[in-house]
């Protein structure tokens, strides 16, 4: 799929595959159990991923090997700079084949709130350990709304534009750095996530543990 660019299996008439995809994607998580995993963590949103893994898991005897849904992931914006370094923007399609530009069809629209509830309903049936919000800081009121409507642990995921941003405006000396991605890690915390995942990861644990 990544050869088109896309999370998913693209047919020649341009349709996201929905269960051919969930077949490879079980495939995916079962050999990266094998390879000492202790968390899958599915990023394409096809509907019933995270039941179709966890059974593939349980069935190979990885009963104990988690699965950190993206219950949550919106078609933004903010994912350039890790498209661009992946080169896995969708790519255009040749003469027989039609590739959707963008991935609107399976990621969630921006402007949509509730759909979230609906998402983390599903992967909470589905047998999900923890759910993740990405983007961030554009979607703190997504990481509060399922903070309170569910009692798995929440995750959300600081993005490529957004660690880019903090950084360009840092290197023009717009930003005092340390004090803003502080800040911002504060707020993933302050609407609810239990876990954050973010580019800052190192910079921000020695700023915390208040080495230079």
């Known amino acids: 799929a990544r050869a ?3 999370d998913g299996i693209v047919s020649d008439a341009g349709v996201i595959l929905n269960d051919e995809t969930i077949e490879y994607l079980c495939r995916q998580a079962v050999s990266q159990a094998e390879a000492g995993a202790d968390v899958v963590s599915p990023s394409d ?8 893994i966890r059974r593939a898991l349980d ?3 990885f009963t104990n090997v988690s699965i950190m849904s993206y219950t949550a ?3 933004s914006a903010y994912y350039g700079p890790f498209r661009d370094a992946l080169a896995s923007a969708p ?3 040749q003469a027989h084949r039609r590739i959707p530009p963008n991935k609107k069809t399976y990621q969630m629209d921006p402007a949509n709130y509730r759909e979230a509830i609906r998402e983390a309903k599903a992967d909470e049936a589905e047998g999900a350990d923890i759910m993740m919000v990405k983007p961030g800081m554009p979607y703190l009121d997504v990481v509060r709304l399922l903070r309170e409507t569910s009692p798995l642990p929440v995750a959300v995921y600081h993005v490529s534009g957004e660690y880019a941003m903090l950084k360009a405006a840092a290197e023009r000396g717009w930003l005092n750095e340390k004090d803003a991605v502080l800040e ?3 707020s993933f915390r302050r609407a609810g996530a239990d876990l954050i995942l973010t580019y800052y990861g190192i910079e921000a644990s020695k700023w915390l543990a208040g080495e230079k």
Do not use: L, Q
């Open 59 to 61: 069935r190979e005897g």
């Open 91 to 93: 790519k255009p399609g």
């Open 4 to 6: 088109d660019g896309h």
């Open 73 to 75: 992931k919106y078609a």
């Open 184 to 186: 911002a890690m504060t």
């Open 45 to 52: 949103m096809m509907d019933g991923r995270v039941g179709a």
